[in-house]
């Protein structure tokens, strides 16, 4: 076992005393020690439940011969930070997530490792760990919230967002949005949609890396305490058997499938990131352009943003494996390793088959759309890349004039004093990774629009993110950035700008070869976001700090 090397022999009798003084027995000490890890926080529903989750995590584990030994790290709450200085520490806060995971981990010599995950950064951040310490491990996903109802219709935090639009615009009174504020949380879980957290939920069941159908239960379902119990005791098997360890499960054709699936399900863009990521922490071969390849798979799923339904909703349907089995009826998956020890298609074929009158996943055969959810494209103003999101409209072409701002703040203002009008493209620069820095979500923004009517008669372009609630024709990480001098600091206001999907283009007519580069002062000039700035990748590699 790992953990010997600080339990074992006189020599470890000092580390054995303290390990004496959390109430560990001989017994306790002589097992293998477990790393419980998880995310938890009361700042936000995201969260809230992970720490009653880690002592059934516990409880499994003890049945199956080993110690739990508990961590908690930190979490940042989009839908809390979002439009606001704070959402410059979203992103960074993964990389401290698996920083974190990484030290405890290995700082202590511990044999296996459970991670429990709320929200957006914290599931990557989890995956990221695992695939650096390659250790036994899996990671369950504390669930979604479910849907608040006002008007006896469902709410999600997105509505709240394009509610404040509609407030601007004057299309709802002060009451009437406060009506939707406080009908939109119930209670625990991360949003409802299939926003950035529940597409990486999903993603993670793709990988391999979490047990089928374990991450769609909702955070309140009490067959949630049963699944962490079950993951607590599945990890114990992978640590008996020594595997399959996370870089026999994250491959190239696991991070295929995952891409896949966020195409099928029109789920969120930050998942490009994820993935890459991911990927990097695991030694794996994984490029950009995977997505425009795995972008070619049909949306099925009628999830929110562009769809009617939540994930809480999905799950009562039959869940992830809905998706999954018509993915794997077309072809479309690769079989793999997970950490149940089954292969990916047999999880998938001993998965229920659903409610067979649902209708929230689609068959291949009759999908939502065509293709998928998000493309990638290049051109003058994104010679390495950007991302363009599809869902929630039908346009791939959009001409118009620039409108530039060099930060979400300044876009949002011009938003709110009803500035931006129809056919415009605002592009919002000095917001990527290290510009931002932390590559802010521009949802504020883009979820404005939509409340003023706005979201099918507008574009907007960003070398910062999108939350997963993001619908609307918008383009996000153009790479390089503007801070490391990509052209789009080379716009000026009333430039024309093309996108066009089609032929997979972002581009200006505009000469910029003769134009200065427009700079703007550091933001940040010392303490965490300093050196994440200076550390950073760009976009296009998944805004990694480990080279």
């Not at 049963?226 to 026999?248: D, I, S, T, W």
């Not at 072809?331 to 997970?338: C, E, F, Q, S, V």
């Not at 999907?501 to 000039?525: G, H, W, Y």
């Amino acid at each position: 076992m790992q953990s010997d090397a600080i339990k074992t022999g006189p020599a470890r009798a000092p580390a054995r005393a303290m390990l004496r003084a959390t109430g560990l027995d001989d017994a306790a000490i002589a097992k293998p020690l477990v790393a419980v890890v998880h995310t938890w926080s009361d700042v936000s529903p995201c969260n809230i439940n992970l720490r009653e989750l880690a002592e059934h995590v516990g409880i499994g584990i003890k049945r199956g011969g080993g110690t739990p030994i508990e961590f908690n790290t930190i979490a940042v709450t989009d839908g809390i930070a979002m439009g606001s200085d704070g959402m410059r520490a979203s992103l960074p806060s993964r990389e401290v997530i698996a920083d974190s995971i990484e030290l405890a981990v290995r700082g202590h010599c511990l044999d296996a490792v459970v991670l429990l995950v709320g929200c957006d950064k914290t599931i990557p951040a989890a995956a990221m760990a695992l695939g650096r310490m390659n250790l036994p491990g899996l990671i369950l996903y504390g669930g979604t919230i479910l849907p608040g109802r006002c008007k006896d219709k469902a709410v999600t935090i997105q509505d709240v967002f394009e509610a404040v639009g509609a407030h601007s615009a004057g299309r709802i009174d002060e009451a009437e949005l406060a009506e939707v504020e406080k009908a939109a949380c119930p209670g625990a879980g991360a949003c409802g949609g299939q926003f950035t957290a529940n597409t990486m939920a999903m993603v993670l069941t793709f990988l391999g890396l979490s047990p089928m159908g374990l991450n769609d239960i909702p955070a309140p379902a009490t067959e949630k305490r049963e699944a962490a119990q079950a993951c607590g005791e599945q990890v114990m098997r992978l640590f008996a058997n020594n595997g399959p360890l996370p870089r026999e499960i994250i491959t190239t054709e696991s991070l295929r499938n995952a891409a896949r699936a966020v195409s099928a399900t029109a789920g969120s863009t930050n998942a490009a990131l994820h993935l890459l990521a991911i990927a990097h922490e695991a030694g794996v071969a994984f490029d950009l352009e995977e997505f425009q390849a795995a972008s070619s798979v049909p949306v099925i799923a009628d999830l929110k943003p562009g769809g009617r339904y939540t994930a809480a909703e999905l799950y009562t349907m039959g869940g992830t494996a809905l998706v999954a089995k018509e993915m794997k009826a077309a072809g479309l998956l690769a079989d793999a390793p997970t950490v149940t020890g089954r292969s990916f298609f047999a999880e998938i074929d001993a998965a229920p088959a659903g409610d067979p009158n649902q209708d929230a996943v689609r068959p291949l055969s009759h999908p939502l759309k065509p293709s998928g959810g998000y493309s990638i494209l290049y051109g003058n103003l994104a010679p390495e890349g950007c991302i363009v999101k599809l869902a929630g409209h039908g346009r791939r072409r959009h001409e118009g004039p620039a409108r530039v701002f060099d930060s979400e703040d300044a876009a949002f203002a011009a938003v709110q004093a009803r500035e931006i009008k129809a056919g415009d493209i605002v592009v919002i620069r000095f917001e990527g990774p290290a510009g931002g820095p932390g590559m802010r979500e521009m949802l504020a923004v883009t979820a404005a629009l939509v409340g003023q009517g706005l979201g099918n008669e507008v574009a907007l372009i960003t070398d910062g993110r999108f939350s997963g609630a993001t619908h609307g024709f918008m383009v996000g990480h153009a790479s390089p950035e503007a801070a490391r001098g990509g052209p789009i600091a080379q716009l000026a206001d009333g430039d024309t700008v093309i996108i066009d999907v089609d032929r997979r283009v972002l581009e200006t007519t505009a000469d910029l070869s003769r134009r200065i580069p427009a700079r703007i002062a550091p933001r940040v000039e010392t303490g965490v976001l300093a050196k994440y700035a200076r550390l950073v990748s760009s976009a296009s590699r998944g805004a990694i700090t480990t080279g």
